[in-house]
Structures are given as structure tokens and as C-alpha cells.
């Protein structure tokens, strides 16, 4: 009594037939409690875990290194890892757990690799979004086919691993960390994207076309989907109204805020907190 637990939506499917395809796990884990935690733990699937929110550390026979908000860890059967919030402020985080000779051959093939574990594409909209149409799916008993999951999760795995290339180069990371910055700067309030550009000291045009090619989407609808993912976590906690988390995002009407939360989710934001 007294200690809050993370908040989670996990879910699970029976074991896959030997040699099977498929997705056995998938969830989210919205989590400001005690420190999240996992310990000296192997498993037998692979899995993917983005970082949503906060940060902490992972480690496994190789040695520690940070994440943060962005950072996606790439888990591998048989392998033993941690990874843990220890002082930040909060986890938040998005996973699927897979398994299959598909997957197999993309460790073979080096796309992932156990010798670099976390990838570093960013806090991606378009990548978010790709988690959390695989978690409606799976939430909703609709990706049964082994063939289809294959193929939904390979091209998740090319988008993170293109997007870490890219952010590795340089070009990509002072841009995109400010400009992310800039948007996501008092979420309930109204954003003067003009004004935004000039403190990046470009034209609203330069600016906008230059944020479409780094974060893959205008930096209007980018906002949008962090406001939605905002919304996701104070749904999670569950102790605000629907009313009072749409006022808190700056939302005054609340028919809109569901119908844009429908939009960005493909759930009303009360099947949401359900779900959780």
C-alpha cells in the first residue's frame, strides 16, 4: 500500500507453433511511480522498446550506456540485459515482442545486431505511429498472419535503422532536437510557427521544409501527435476527466479533442484509458 505501480498495457498470445511468425507481446508502460526497472532478465522472443518519455539506462554482458526519450532498444533471444529508470523523472515507453526465423535472418543479415542494441532515430511521429497501429492490431486480434506481421515489422525495423544512420551523421540532430524543442513548448497553448523559425533564425518556409525532411512531417501536425501522446500518458494515469486532460492540452472543445485523438490513434480517447 502506498507505492504507485507503473502504469501498463501489456498483452500476450499463446506460444507460436515451433518455427512459427508472430507477435506474442505488445503494449504500452506509461510509468512516473517507482523507478521502472528490469533485471538480469532473457528472454526467448526478440523485442523492441521505444523510449516514449524520461530515460534511464541499459546494460547487458557489453556494458551500461544512457537512454533517453527517442532511443529504441533492440532485445535478442538468449541474451541477458537490464534496463532501468534510476534518476529520471519518468519511463514511458511503447514495445512489441516477436518471434520467427524471419527475424532470425535479419540478425544474420546484421539489419539489427546484439553488439548495438539501442538505436537512436529520435522522437519520430511517423515511428510512433507505426508502434501503435501494430499495438491496435494486435490489441484488436486483427494481425493473424504471420506473413503480414513479417513484413509490418521488418519496414518498422528499416525506418528505425535508417533514421539512427541518419541522426549519426550530424545533419540531422541540432536542427531536429531544437526545432522539437520550439514545438513542443507549452503544449496547451497556441504555437506561432513563424515565430519558431525566426528563433531558428530561418525563413517560416526554409523552416517548415526543412522539418517535413528531418522529422517526416509538417511541424504543425508533429505537435499534434505530441499533444495526442501527452494526452496518451495523463489517460494511462487516470485520474483527470476526459474534460479536464483536453483542457489541460489546451483543448476547449472537448468533441474536438476526441475526434483528433480517434484520428492520430484510431481509438476514441475513452477506449484509450480503457485499454490501460
Avoid at 541499459?58 to 534496463?83: I, K, M, N, Q
Avoid at 524471419?102 to 546484439?114: G, S
Avoid at 486483427?142 to 551523421?169: K, N, P, S, T, Y
Avoid at 483527470?240 to 485523438?261: N, S, T
Wanted: aromatic content about 10%.
Amino acid at each position: 500500500m502506498g507505492k504507485s505501480r507503473p502504469m501498463s498495457r501489456i498483452l500476450f498470445r499463446e506460444s507460436l507453433s515451433p518455427g512459427g511468425t508472430g507477435l506474442v507481446g505488445a503494449g504500452y508502460i506509461f510509468d512516473k511511480g517507482p523507478p521502472h526497472e528490469v533485471r538480469e532478465r532473457t528472454l526467448k522472443v526478440y523485442a523492441l522498446v521505444y523510449v516514449l518519455d524520461g530515460g534511464g539506462w541499459y546494460a547487458d554482458t557489453r556494458g551500461e550506456r544512457p537512454l533517453r526519450a527517442g532511443d529504441c532498444l533492440v532485445l535478442f533471444p538468449g541474451l541477458t540485459h537490464s534496463y532501468y529508470r534510476k534518476d529520471s523523472p519518468r519511463w514511458d515507453e511503447c514495445f512489441l515482442m516477436f518471434s520467427g526465423g524471419v527475424f532470425e535472418q535479419l540478425e544474420r543479415d546484421r539489419l539489427i545486431a546484439r553488439d548495438r542494441p539501442v538505436l537512436s532515430p529520435g522522437l519520430k511521429p511517423p515511428l510512433v505511429a507505426a508502434f501503435d497501429g501494430v499495438i491496435q492490431e494486435f490489441v484488436r486480434e486483427r494481425l493473424l498472419d504471420g506473413a503480414i506481421l513479417a513484413a509490418r515489422v521488418h519496414l518498422l525495423l528499416a525506418e528505425l535503422a535508417a533514421a539512427h544512420r541518419a541522426a549519426a551523421l550530424g545533419g540531422e540532430e541540432a536542427f531536429a532536437s531544437r526545432a522539437r524543442a520550439l514545438v513542443e513548448e507549452n503544449l496547451a497553448a497556441p504555437c506561432d510557427f513563424r515565430a519558431v523559425a525566426r528563433r531558428m533564425n530561418l525563413s517560416y518556409e526554409r523552416f517548415r521544409k526543412r522539418f517535413v525532411q528531418e522529422l517526416g512531417m509538417p511541424p504543425a501536425k508533429y505537435r499534434v501527435r505530441r499533444r495526442i501522446d501527452r494526452a496518451k500518458t495523463l489517460l494511462a494515469e487516470g485520474r483527470l476527466p476526459l474534460k479536464a486532460v483536453a483542457e489541460r492540452l489546451g483543448y476547449c472543445d472537448l468533441y474536438f479533442f476526441c475526434r483528433q485523438f480517434k484520428q492520430e490513434t484510431g481509438v476514441t480517447p475513452g477506449a484509450f484509458r480503457r485499454s490501460v
